[in-house]
């Protein structure tokens, strides 16, 4: 019993440090960094303890009992945390880091802009990584791993007044909700495969897994996949790779702490999570090992030919991380995860040191300097060399492959539906939507195949919405209406789909009603505020002037997109859970919907409130700065 | 600034030489120096100059308006001056007006400019955000390119050039298209290839070809400036890349055609001038006057005079001075450099003293070759070409050690499997102990480490050693010339004290990219131990001392010279060749070796109360501890201020203003008037000092006032690219000019030269040398000349030497100035010390 105390003080300490620093001044310098110092100090040293006395006590694992946030007739929403081997290895490596981290930035940041929140920032993601760590089931992890992309988002936009992280903020936040929609798939899949909310301790059952596994091959093929494309998308592995040395636009030690060693290893945790649902599955494991040694592979030949630091430490750590997938795969656990330690702290390291590299390189030089050869890669002639070369140069085409095949054709649909305008939007939407329930009122009197097509009919209404939403460049207002339509028409797709009831409907939308009638209101004031910078073509950078219509509005923004402080977060998942396991197309609609409908909603955030600002009055940085 | 109308055809030679002027001057990262930022901009006068840069590009170079306005109320701008200055520039009639306007009148202060307004049309017109598209993979090639030893697989062609590179490696990788239009390819391989054709293709209209490649330019002034610095030094890259702007522009434009031909299709899209719909405001037509630039401008001399009035007060208000001047214990040179300025203050405190302050290379100019070293570094200020080579030789331990973090294998697959796993737990520990307690790493960049103390320097002049250009060592006549110079400047010429100290100086940090911009800047940005250490020993030969002798210096038998370094950050000194001093000296070297040692600990105390994160009440001793550790933190950003809150350069006896507590904010020369009455030695001075101080402060200044444009931004996230240059994250462009973590506590305030001598020669002297007349013409920097007899002050002014009297009456009186450390980071009032 007290180590389940112990287990959830480890959990929500972080935050209590979070809300502590929310508390304090933006230039109490001294208070901020003392309350992150002593959180994480505390909660590496607590955990520290606490291990010790775990393994003197035989290391059994432990499963902290369910709490149940939501229960409707035919679905429960737990949340269940989960205590191991794995937990405490990553929870320790994350309390060390961090502690020396905090140390680091206390000095590091030193009178700069945004102290405060860049160690708010900290301690929420330190929060998100605990609790995703500790989690016991799909459900809890899916918080955390939200959590974890948004703290991302904003750290890497951390200068937001310049145009380059926001825009990598908006892309690294596109390829995470990749992968969010991987755990939400994999989420439905287990769903229906287990008739019941899985606990990561119940997989370990190799009896229970076994059968079935052997029942539904398809089925446990397809949640592994996902579980994959997830892991995939957070630890930078291909075809992903190319956000990690992207995001390194924040100081240096949030890089560090994120992309050097954190965040980035989360694919390896979920991979090792679910090992023993994978592992019997031999094509997964193929899967996995493949996509670690192509990672390998292209992230070695990249890392060699960049020419500035950050990146090639990122790749660097990216080909690590697929050598990692590809031990996983082979079975060898216990390597990969002390692969995955030592890789995290000599990262860190290598990415706190980086701008001591100029003199180090230089004095090297300048002492042992042999003049510059040109070197093949292998005897292979010129044209492979200097094609690879290229190849290398360019990342292997990763960056552009991402918004070529995935982005551009929802773009170019959407931009199909450019009759559509902020002013007769509502023509088009209220008589078709009625349209819509009259349908399901009546469908006793409709003939079976239509009832039959109704929900992907409705999906497909909903997702050609969200469509808009995402081309949408002249009307902010519109875009962000489009959205939340997407979300009416997702509800009546799934009410057509039978067995959701009212309450649970309720659940669903009233998230969606209150953030997105608030998010609204905003912009309808920005709108009359500034007539003149209001469209999506370009970043305007409003948070210069209205800092907290745009933090309203970032709220506004998370609810809408089903991050976990409205009721629609579980409402999302429940709309999931009437999906049937048939119902493929379906579940893609709508997974498209929130992986596209998310990244839109923050594209209208970022636009608008942040980047550089649209007037000159004051000192402007250029787009290439 | 070249004042010319855009011609009606376009000239090649002629637009790359104006690129060539406009573009940023940034040496790459080791041979960082500071320099004035808008040094494109230098002819005109400053106020004029401010106004235009901003208007053509877009810099924002005065304070924000409320900025000025808070001051004011703040009661940092004397109120006195407001009015004099006001009514001096406008007239009396007008005061009423001016008042007005400079503390209440609302202005639009938006920095409009003419940069951009052909590449947006981009934008706005084909929705194309053609930066965007060109610039990631652009900045990617050159650097790769010009890569000095970040890329762990070079380029792979060794070309003449960086288009022919690009050329090969296009006509070697068929398989992998190097653009996605066909029609460019083309243009790639085709032998008439020229910017005129390209921007045919782009443009379609001559009128506009000058004017697109400023706007294209500009938008990534880094780099651009990056390969015209190397165009034109090849040998500041150690490794050299043989590049160009002519063909870096050239690629850029079939970039930029490739970007439209793939998003429209060849033949689908109209050349840019075909859609122009608005007026295009020629970048160079006459800039038209705004009148909140004038308020801008009264309020900066405002500013800046309520600071110089006191100073001049002050000089004025010097003791009397005494007929026979006292003998002192020892006398010691210093570097002018500002951070000397406390230093001096607290050694004359502690000892019996005379200090000098002179150009820290002390007038010896050469290329320095440590052993082992496969390069030379110059020693002596930028603009200097030396023609000798000191090399040093028998060093005890090599200074370079080797740290696998750095190393290639730790970014490789296989070496950083291994490496992973077994060194990365001890980075942890490694990171934990130099988080917790900072220690030397391989990574600390030391200003002791550039020359070993126990090494010789071959410096006499040697003939077989000779390399093609330059001459091994000096012959005694030359060292005789170079002393007699160095003495004569300061004034010292007779009263030699036993011993003599010439202390250089340098810096320690770790982390910092921008490391070389700590060093002493009249070493070029090095260390200036071998300087200190060089003229020691010259004055130390018998042979120099006989020419000297015949010159009319009598060096004393008695009287020997010591090198020394003085580590600006970590307040730390380090004696020289102290094995050759005679009994009688040793002995008294050993007691000002505690003078010393003592000074620095108070130096370091009075430096701590701009580091806010020290606390300022405990003992000297404890916080020179506290002090020395910023060096060697990885954690720390300012491991130093370095030259941040100078202001002012005073050429003129150090009698005339040791009463002054000057916060130090001053470059110190000294130079005795009495002992060069027609000012043969001033010259040479202020020749040095324009553009170095000069440089120096107006890069501080530009870096206050636009840290986006005109200085490096926050190095919080900084980038290192190609060991030449700083960018934000990944894609960015190299950033210029300073961090802001170098200017927090900087007041942008241009720099005061105050001679004393006679005004008739000054103005003789500075007509003498028209690239320093014009620092001083177009007020640059500003220059009072003090009459020595009268104290009467003389201001220069479009030419001429105009009478000021300063509003400051009196000046505070402070007793030890022991109580101002513990109190404030914010910069102290002009004190006359007891």
């Given at each position: 019993m007290l180590s389940n105390y112990i287990i959830l003080g480890l959990i929500f300490l972080p935050v209590v440090g979070f809300l502590l620093t929310l508390l304090?001044?933006?230039?109490?310098e001294k208070r901020i960094s003392q309350i992150a110092f002593y959180t994480i100090a505390s909660h590496f040293f607590g955990a520290l303890g606490f291990i010790v006395y775990w393994l003197v006590n035989g290391a059994m694992p432990i499963n902290l009992k369910e709490y149940i946030l939501y229960e409707s007739h035919s679905y429960v929403f737990l949340i269940d945390f989960y205590w191991d081997g794995l937990s405490a290895v990553y929870c320790l490596v994350a309390a060390f880091i961090s502690f020396l981290i905090v140390r680091y930035s206390r000095y590091y940041m030193h009178?700069?802009?945004g102290y405060k929140r860049f160690f708010s920032t900290i301690l929420f993601f330190y929060f998100a990584y605990n609790f995703t760590v500790l989690s016991g089931n799909f459900e809890t992890l899916f918080i955390g791993w939200e959590m974890i992309g948004i703290s991302s988002f904003l750290l890497i936009a951390f200068?937001?007044?310049?145009?380059l992280p926001v825009r990598n903020a908006v892309k690294v936040f596109s390829v995470y909700r990749i992968g969010d929609i991987g755990i939400l798939l994999a989420m439905w899949g287990s769903h229906h495969l287990w008739h019941d909310n899985i606990t990561f301790l119940k997989l370990h059952n190799t009896h229970l897994v076994a059968s079935v596994l052997a029942e539904h091959p398809l089925t446990s093929w397809f949640i592994g996949s996902c579980l994959l494309v997830a892991a995939a998308a957070k630890s930078g592995q291909?075809?992903?790779?190319?956000?990690v040395p992207r995001?390194?636009?924040?100081?240096t030690p949030s890089s560090a702490i994120f992309?050097?060693?954190?965040?980035?290893h989360f694919g390896l945790f979920l991979l090792i999570r679910t090992m023993p649902f994978w592992e019997p599955q031999w094509v997964l494991r193929l899967m996995i090992g493949f996509v670690g040694f192509t990672t390998a592979i292209v992230g070695y030949f990249t890392a060699k030919a960049q020419p500035t630091i950050k990146t090639q430490i990122a790749y660097a750590s990216v080909a690590q991380i697929g050598l990692m997938f590809v031990e996983l795969s082979l079975g060898f656990t216990t390597l990969a995860v002390v692969h995955f330690v030592g890789n995290a702290f000599l990262r860190t390291y290598q990415l706190l040191v980086s701008p001591s590299v100029v003199s180090y390189l230089i004095r090297e030089q300048f002492y042992h300097f042999r003049p510059y050869q040109t070197r093949q890669?292998?005897?292979?002639g010129k044209s492979i060399h200097y094609g690879l070369y290229l190849l290398a140069l360019r990342e292997f085409y990763l960056d552009t492959l991402m918004s070529k095949i995935i982005f551009n054709p929802f773009k170019k649909i959407g931009s199909r539906?450019?009759?559509?305008t902020y002013r007769n939007v509502f023509y088009y939407f209220v008589p078709t939507y009625l349209l819509g329930w009259l349908a399901w009122f009546f469908k006793a009197y409709l003939p079976a195949s239509v009832i039959y097509l109704m929900p992907e009919l409705a999906g497909a209404i909903a997702l050609l919405m969200i469509m808009k939403a995402f081309s949408e460049r002249e009307y902010p207002l519109l875009a962000w209406l489009m959205v939340v339509q997407g979300h009416f028409w997702i509800a009546l797709a799934v009410m057509h789909n039978d067995l959701m009831d009212w309450q649970e409907l309720l659940w669903y939308l009233s998230g969606v009603v209150v953030a997105g009638w608030v998010g609204w209101v905003c912009l309808l004031w920005l709108r009359k505020k500034e007539p003149k910078y209001?469209?999506?073509?370009?970043?305007?950078?409003h948070n210069y002037e209205y800092q907290r219509l745009g933090g309203l509005f970032f709220f506004c923004t998370l609810g809408l997109m089903g991050?976990?402080?409205?009721t629609t977060f579980i409402g999302e998942d429940l709309v999931f859970s009437h999906?049937?396991?048939?119902q493929f197309v379906l579940a893609f609609f709508l997974s498209s919907c929130f992986v596209i409908g998310g990244i839109a909603l923050i594209r209208i955030y970022a636009r608008l409130?942040?980047?550089?600002?649209?007037?000159?009055?004051h000192e402007n940085p250029l787009q290439s700065s | 600034m070249i004042v010319y109308l855009t011609p009606p055809t376009f000239e090649q030679k002629v637009v790359l030489q104006h690129l060539h002027h406009y573009l940023p001057h940034q040496n790459p990262l080791k041979d960082f120096i500071n320099d004035n930022v808008l040094k494109s901009f230098q002819d005109l006068p400053f106020h004029e100059a401010l106004l235009t840069a901003s208007t053509i590009?877009?810099?924002?170079?005065?304070?924000y308006l409320n900025e000025y306005r808070a001051l004011y109320a703040n009661g940092k701008i004397n109120p006195l001056l407001f009015q004099k200055i006001i009514i001096d520039q406008k007239g009396i009639e007008q005061w009423d007006i001016w008042e007005k306007k400079l503390l209440e009148k609302d202005y639009?202060?938006?920095?409009?400019?003419?940069?951009?307004q052909l590449h947006q049309i981009w934008t706005?017109?084909?929705?194309?955000n053609i930066e965007k598209e060109v610039h990631s993979f652009l900045f990617r090639l050159i650097g790769s390119y010009i890569d000095?030893?970040?890329?762990?697989?070079?380029?792979?062609i060794k070309a003449n050039g960086f288009l022919e590179a690009i050329q090969q490696l296009d006509k070697n990788s068929r398989?992998?298209?190097?653009?996605?239009s066909k029609r460019v390819k083309k243009l790639l391989h085709?032998?008439?290839?020229s910017l005129q054709s390209l921007l045919d293709i782009l443009v379609g209209d001559e009128a506009f070809y000058e004017q697109y490649l400023f706007d294209q330019q500009f938008a990534h002034a880094g780099w651009s400036g990056m390969v015209s610095v190397i165009e034109n030094?090849?040998?500041?890259?150690?490794?050299?890349r043989p590049v160009s702007l002519h063909d870096f522009i050239l690629l850029e434009l079939l970039l930029e055609i490739d970007a439209l031909d793939t998003k429209f299709?060849?033949?689908?899209w109209e050349p840019l001038a075909k859609n122009i719909t608005t007026d295009i405001v020629p970048l160079f037509n006459p800039v038209e006057k705004r009148e909140v630039f004038e308020v801008y401008a009264l309020w900066q001399e405002i500013y800046e005079w309520t600071f110089y009035d006191q100073v001049l007060r002050g000089l004025q208000l010097a003791p009397q001075e005494a007929s026979i001047e006292k003998k002192t214990d020892f006398q010691a040179f210093f570097c002018i450099?500002?951070?000397?300025c406390s230093l001096r203050r607290h050694l004359e405190k502690i000892a019996n003293v005379a200090t000098f302050g002179t150009?820290?290379?002390?007038?010896i100019e050469f290329y320095f070759q440590p052993e082992g070293g496969k390069f030379y570094t110059k020693s002596?200020?930028?603009?200097l070409n030396p023609h000798y080579l000191v090399k040093e030789k028998?060093?005890?331990?090599?200074?370079h050690k080797r740290d696998a973090?750095?190393?290639?294998q730790s970014r490789n697959l296989l070496g950083s499997w291994v490496i992973s796993q077994t060194m990365g737990f001890w980075s942890a520990i490694e990171l934990a102990w130099n988080i917790f307690k900072p220690t030397e790493t391989p990574a600390l960049v030391s200003s002791?480490?550039?020359?070993?103390?126990?090494s010789t320097l071959q410096y006499e002049h040697c003939?077989?050693?000779?390399?093609q250009s330059l001459q091994v060592g000096f012959t005694n006549e030359e060292m005789a010339l170079r002393m007699e110079t160095l003495l004569r400047s300061v004034g010292l010429?007779?009263?030699?004290?036993?011993l003599v100290y010439f202390v250089g100086h340098g810096a320690s940090s770790v982390n910092?990219?921008?490391?070389?911009?700590?060093?002493?800047g009249a070493c070029s940005g090095q260390t200036g131990s071998v300087n200190a250490r060089l003229a020691a020993a010259m004055l130390n030969k018998k042979e120099v001392r006989k020419l000297l002798k015949e010159k009319g210096i009598d060096i004393p038998d008695s009287t020997q010279f010591v090198g020394a370094l003085h580590?600006?950050?970590?307040?730390e000194i380090l004696f020289y060749?102290?094995?050759?001093?005679s009994d009688e000296n040793r002995l008294r070297h050993k007691e000002h070796t505690k003078a010393f040692t003592e000074a620095l600990t108070n130096n370091a105390k009075e430096r701590?109360?701009?580091?806010?994160?020290?606390?300022?009440?405990?003992s000297a001793k404890k916080i020179h501890k506290q002090v020395k550790l910023r060096a060697l933190?990885?954690?720390?950003?300012?491991?130093e201020w370095d030259h941040a809150t100078n202001a002012l350069c005073i050429v003129g006896r150090r009698q005339t203003n040791a009463?002054?507590?000057l916060d130090r904010r001053s470059f110190l020369n000294s130079y005795d008037y009495r002992k060069d009455k027609e000012g043969k030695y001033l010259l040479g001075i202020l020749r040095a000092v324009a553009p170095v101080c000069g440089g120096i402060n107006l890069q501080y200044y530009f870096a206050c006032t636009d840290h986006y444009r005109l200085g490096a931004g926050s190095k919080l996230p900084h980038n290192v690219i190609g060991l030449v240059g700083v960018a934000n994250g990944i894609d960015g462009d190299l950033r210029i000019g300073l961090p802001q973590q170098s200017v927090?506590?900087?007041?942008p305030i241009r720099l005061l030269v105050v001679v004393e001598h006679f005004p008739a020669v000054v103005k003789e002297v500075i007509q003498k040398d028209l690239t320093t007349y014009q620092w001083f013409e177009n007020e640059w920097i500003h220059l009072v000349v003090i009459?020595?007899?009268?104290?009467q002050l003389f201001r220069f002014t479009k030419g001429n030497f105009l009478p000021y009297e300063p509003i400051t009456q009196t000046l505070p009186t402070i007793n030890g100035l022991e109580n101002l450390w513990t109190n404030s980071g914010e910069n102290l009032p002009i004190y006359l010390m007891q």
């Open positions: 304090c001044g933006e230039n109490q009178l700069e802009k200068y937001r007044e310049r145009y291909f075809p992903f790779s190319s956000w995001a390194m636009e924040g100081p992309y050097g060693s954190l965040s980035i890669y292998f005897p292979l539906l450019n009759f559509l209001f469209n999506l073509y370009r970043y305007y950078g991050f976990p402080i409205t999906v049937s396991e048939k409130f942040l980047g550089n600002h649209a007037k000159v009055y | 590009l877009g810099y924002k170079t005065y304070l639009d202060t938006s920095l409009y400019n003419r940069l951009g706005n017109h084909y929705h194309l000095q030893g970040i890329t762990l697989k070079k380029f792979p398989w992998i298209p190097f653009f996605r085709e032998p008439h290839i030094h090849p040998e500041t890259l150690l490794d050299p299709g060849v033949g689908n450099d500002d951070r000397e150009a820290g290379f002390f007038n002596c200020p930028a603009p028998n060093i005890r331990k090599h200074h973090h750095f190393s290639r002791f480490r550039h020359m070993d103390r126990h003939e077989n050693g000779e390399t010429v007779e009263n030699f004290a036993s910092n990219p921008h490391y070389a911009a700590y060093g002493c580590d600006t950050t970590q307040d060749d102290e094995k050759i001093l701590s109360r701009r580091f806010l994160l020290i606390d300022t009440n405990k933190s990885l954690f720390e950003p300012r491991s009463h002054l507590f927090d506590i900087h007041d009459q020595p007899e009268t104290k």
